[in-house]
């Protein structure tokens, strides 16, 4: 009995901090680029994150807002190399999709929700 009470408590503090990470403005997510994919491909962030993407391959790659038919105007990496990051801060709640415009089957999407009041 003693066990399963210290864990339920271990699993409500973290879940805690979690919401209490989520919902502060100046934090930052990762999203990696490896064997030509984003991941995670799908990424939920609070209004006034900063997203910075790592390319792990030895290719070339770009985060380019929109679809290859449809770009957006909110951001566009240009090209970047291995090793090398690229970051933007998510000032605007919405819905984003990205790509990379070298590879244009390489998606992604960052969904930005308003700040709770
Ligand atoms: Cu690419």
């Not at 009995?1 to 930052?28: D, W, Y």
């Not at 240009?78 to 244009?104: I, M, R, V, W």
Request: charged share 15%; aromatic share 12%.
């Amino acid at each position: 009995m003693f066990c399963i009470l210290s864990i339920a408590t271990i699993a409500g503090i973290s879940t805690a901090t979690a919401r209490a990470e989520s919902s502060n403005n100046q934090a930052a997510m990762n999203v990696n680029i490896k064997l030509f994919t984003f991941k995670p491909k799908a990424l939920e962030v609070p209004v006034g994150t900063t997203v910075v993407w790592t390319n792990g391959d030895a290719v070339d790659h770009t985060v380019t807002n929109g679809t290859p038919d449809k770009p957006g105007a909110a951001f566009d990496s240009g090209l970047f190399n291995l090793g090398k990051t690229f970051s933007f801060t998510f000032a605007q709640p919405g819905e984003y999709n990205y790509y990379c415009k070298k590879h244009d089957f390489m998606r992604g999407t960052v969904k930005v929700s308003p700040a709770k009041n």
